[in-house]
Each structure stands twice: as C-alpha cells, then as structure tokens.
C-alpha cells in the first residue's frame, strides 16, 4: 500500500525539523567548542539557544507535523487563540 500525499508531506515535514533542529544544535556547539568553552556548559547553552532559535524560526515545520499529528488521530486542528476571537465575533478572514 503506497502511503498517501499528506502522509508524505508530514513524513517530509519531520525529518526536514528534525534535521533543522540538530544542525541549530550542532552549529551553536561547535562555535561555543571552538571558543574554548567547557564541553558540558557548551551542550546545556547549545540545547537551550536551538530551543529558542527553533521555535521562533521554525515555526511552519512544526504547524505542519501538528497538523498532520491532528489530521492521524482524526481531529481537526484547534483555531488560534486569534481566529477563535474573530469567529466569536463573526469576524471571518477569507483565505
């Protein structure tokens, strides 16, 4: 059984966040290495700077794996905090 178009895109989806994430990861590693800093101290600021570093600019990656998690368990995405206040309101945004 071949998988489906969205099973593809969410698979794709995964592996291109999760690369992202270790290469942020890495790279911050190596400079803080390089600069001569302790290997474990070095480790924590790197994993604590790519957590930072990716939420904020791997935001649609990680909408898309959520999505796609959503749509497996057979739910529909839950609305932004914004979107829900402007269809209370009756406020709907056109796509």
């Known amino acids: ?3 489906t178009y969205t099973e ?3 698979a794709r989806s995964w592996i291109l966040y999760s690369a992202a994430r270790v290469a942020i990861f890495a790279l911050i590693l ?4 390089v600069a001569g800093f302790d290997v474990w101290i070095s480790a924590l600021v790197a994993a604590l700077a790519g957590l930072g570093i990716s939420l904020l600019v791997l935001r649609k990656p990680r909408e898309t794996m959520a999505a796609g998690l959503a749509a497996r368990r057979g739910k529909e995405p839950e609305l932004s905090d914004d ?3 402007d269809d209370r309101l009756g406020l709907r945004k056109e796509d």
């Open 8 to 10: 593809r895109v969410n």
């Open 30 to 33: 190596v400079v803080l290495l």
């Open 83 to 85: 979107d829900a206040e």
């Open 1 to 3: 059984m071949q998988p």
